[in-house]
């Protein structure tokens, strides 16, 4: 998995998705639920249990899926089996914990383990809530407790390609799966994997500590350890891989249960890569390879994504670092890759596109399943879409298909008269030698790219401005 995880405050995965938590709320002592109650719990059954947005609401509290997801929790948990938001399961619901689902909604877009068993670790950023010394004592002996117990060999590492990186971050920082601030979700995991799998990060805002008060580091990087290795979430109270956050399991750190399963996923005789080709089916791409293209560039939330057959790139906005890895382990539910994408800022709303269909993306969240590409008009002939840009004075989508484009009325929902057209009128000055692969609106530039190259097209006085290489995006 690649993403947060469980309790202890951290959120990691194993292809996990990160949960932007919810504060301590008073439960109402009534049979009936408050609606603050109603709208806590269908956040957290929808970061951890897979509800499904349109299943939710105050309006459908008595729905049998919400119903259904609130005894999964139950179960879970070992609680009592009610399916009603009662004054335990909400107590558990408000409880910190790490943000990796409690379901494996996510388990099939993850490896299962690293098909080595000496593992490079990197702290690359740090919170000033500890000495960085301390800090990386800490890290040490969370790994320790991993090593102790398999034949695993952690070893620290300065390189940006350490396997597992760990850094503190606060909010949105690059991987979609934004922190929520002073308590909640503690921190998040990726998976066994290429690029972000195995990555670590903690939420800066947490009060971070050596001992019992605030939240212990080692416990909750030693919880994350155990989902970046491959680890899922265990419903026994005693496991480290509990979901909830549990101080006094700083001592005695590892369960009989987690000891066994480590051993279990990396038994003695671990098969090369090459007997293995389905651990690792997307190789970490050269980015500055000098003949990179992008099949489709746009942002998503506060990032700008970058995608190229079904691997991806994330630049925070105004951050240097990248996230990248195959798409799946940021977004799950999409296992192809993007031919097109767009992003609609005034709803926060972005649009993928592979051939005929397109997916959703609110916020940052895949939202609901893909949709066929008619939906915006397009005759029956077109099947696909190679790039797509969002004009925000204008309220226009335009759709670029070969040599010709289409004009799409956001407001009317419908494509404007006239359509379509060839690029080469619409676009004069534009060097149309290859298809457009991706295009980008930024500060009343459109830029277009095609192949290895992209085009700053000045749209107001139709012409190109300039051109650079399309990899020196990504900082090459």
């Keep these: 998995m690649l ?10 995965w194993s292809g996990f998705m990160a949960p932007a938590f919810m504060s301590e709320t ?20 929808q970061h951890f249990y897979n509800l499904k947005e349109e299943s939710a609401g105050r309006g459908k509290r008595s729905d049998s899926t919400f119903t259904s997801k609130v005894k999964d929790m139950q179960i879970f948990f070992g609680l009592n089996v009610t399916g009603s938001l009662d004054s335990e399961t909400l107590d558990v619901m408000t409880s910190p914990r790490c943000g990796v689902p409690d379901v494996e909604d ?3 877009i993850q490896s299962t383990r690293w098909n080595k068993n000496q593992i490079t670790y990197n702290i690359r950023r740090y919170t000033s809530d500890l000495p960085r010394s301390t800090v990386d004592s800490l890290i040490e002996m969370a790994f320790n407790a991993w090593s102790r117990v398999s034949r695993l060999k952690f070893v620290r590492s300065h390189s940006h390609n350490a396997d597992i990186i760990m850094e503190f971050a606060t909010y949105a920082h690059g991987d979609l799966f934004p922190f929520d601030g002073p308590r909640g979700t503690l921190a998040h995991a990726f998976g066994p994997g290429p690029g972000i799998g195995g990555d670590t990060h903690f939420d800066d805002n947490e009060q971070w500590t050596a001992g019992p008060k605030g939240f212990n580091l080692k416990l909750v990087a030693a919880h994350e350890i155990g989902h970046a290795l491959g680890l899922r979430h265990s419903g026994n109270p005693e496991s480290l891989m509990f979901p909830n956050y549990k101080a006094s399991r700083a001592v005695n750190l590892l369960s009989l249960e987690d000891v066994a399963n480590i051993n279990a996923l990396y038994s003695p005789v671990l098969f090369p890569i090459y007997l293995n080709p389905w651990l690792f089916p997307h190789l970490i791409a050269d980015r500055c390879a000098p003949d990179m293209s992008f099949d489709a560039v746009s942002t998503v939330g506060d990032a700008t994504f970058f995608f190229r057959e079904k691997y991806l790139w994330i630049k925070l906005n105004g951050q240097s670092d ?3 890895g195959p798409i799946s382990n940021f977004m799950p539910k999409i296992d192809t890759g993007i031919d097109a994408a767009y992003r609609i800022p005034r709803k926060n709303t972005a649009f993928l596109f592979h051939e005929s269909m397109f997916w959703t993306v609110k916020g940052s969240m895949v939202r609901g399943k893909p949709r066929p590409l008619s939906h915006f008009g397009f005759p029956v002939w077109v099947q696909e879409v190679d790039a797509a840009v969002h004009l925000v004075k204008t309220g226009r989508t335009l759709f670029f298909v070969h040599d010709i484009y289409w004009s799409y009325n956001e407001n009317r929902r419908a494509m404007d008269r006239g359509c379509p057209k060839y690029i080469s009128e619409g676009f004069p000055g534009l060097n149309m030698t290859e298809t457009i692969n991706a ?20 749209y107001t006085q139709k012409r190109t401005v300039g051109v650079e290489r399309a990899n020196s995006w990504l900082g090459c």
């Excluded at 295009?439 to 097209?457: D, N, W």
């Design 26 to 45: 008073t439960t109402s002592s009534t049979t009936e639920p408050q609606a603050a109650d109603v709208e806590l719990a269908t956040e957290y059954l």
């Design 322 to 324: 990248i996230k990248e």
């Design 106 to 108: 996510y388990s099939h």
């Design 439 to 458: 295009a980008f609106h930024k500060e009343s530039f459109i830029y277009f790219f095609i192949g290895a190259q992209v085009y700053q097209y000045d």
């Design 3 to 12: 993403f947060p995880c469980l309790v202890l405050l951290l959120l990691p």
